[in-house]
């Protein structure tokens, strides 16, 4: 099976744009999460995709967005860009089914955002 | 709230040396989910281990061990004999089984480095 793919996988923007990033879950995978990884912050839970519906959201501002297809594609969304954003996001999937227990996350190679 | 801590931040080996890297996480759930992950130069993190809250089993893998004990809410991990190729950021992770907070947390992480 192919992994989890994530595009781009490195992007340049100025203050004040807004950037789209796109993740594609392993072939099965219906829930996908997005993590921001920064130096100062570590590893942090932006938000969760289970069958088109955010189950879950760390603790971000709005500017940070999401969605999920229904074939489980799922894309993040920036507005207004601050330079603090600029990180590695990583995207992963889970075979999780919604509940019970849960399961481990495969994690793609992550989009790596400078916001200038 | 849900926390975990590695109180080392980097680790330097030579290698064949042995190495453990700890883990102390925090939560009044008794239903959780430990896991390890390594984030080699290339930034994807790659799955190593996944452990429920009612396994407290020892589990080896290869050169990999891990060492859950629930009484000091800990989940230690051992890499015997060490290589090169384990020059890594290792990630411990808790994800609660249900409600708000079924993300996963991830500490700090640690760098190793194995020197020849």
């Known amino acids: 099976k192919a992994g989890v793919t994530q595009t781009p996988r490195y992007l340049i923007k100025t203050r004040g744009q807004q950037v789209t990033l796109s993740c594609s879950p392993i072939s099965g995978h219906r829930s996908v999460s997005w993590y921001q990884q920064t130096p100062g912050q570590g590893l942090q839970f932006l938000f969760e995709y289970f069958s088109e519906t955010q189950r879950n959201k760390g603790n971000f501002p709005g500017r940070f967005s999401g969605r999920q297809f229904s074939n489980s594609r799922s894309e993040m969304n920036v507005s207004t860009l601050e330079l603090g954003d600029s990180a590695l996001y990583l995207c992963a999937s889970s075979p999780w089914a919604g509940q019970g227990a849960r399961n481990e996350q495969f994690f793609g190679p992550g989009t790596r955002l400078t916001v200038l | 709230a849900q926390k975990v801590t590695q109180a080392q931040t980097e680790i330097s080996v030579v290698e064949k040396e042995d190495v453990t890297l700890d883990c102390v996480y925090e939560?009044?759930?008794?239903?959780?989910?430990l896991f390890w992950y390594k984030q080699p130069p290339s930034g994807e993190l790659v799955f190593l281990i996944r452990r429920n809250s009612f396994d407290e089993q020892n589990e080896i893998s290869g050169r990999y061990s891990w060492n859950f004990q629930k009484s000091t809410s800990s989940f230690n991990f051992t890499i015997t004999a060490s290589q090169v190729v384990d020059s890594a950021v290792y990630f411990c992770a808790l994800e609660l089984e249900t409600g708000a907070n079924s993300k996963l947390t991830f500490g700090k992480g640690i760098t190793l480095s194995v020197r020849p």
């Open positions: 939560t009044r759930d008794t239903t959780y989910y």
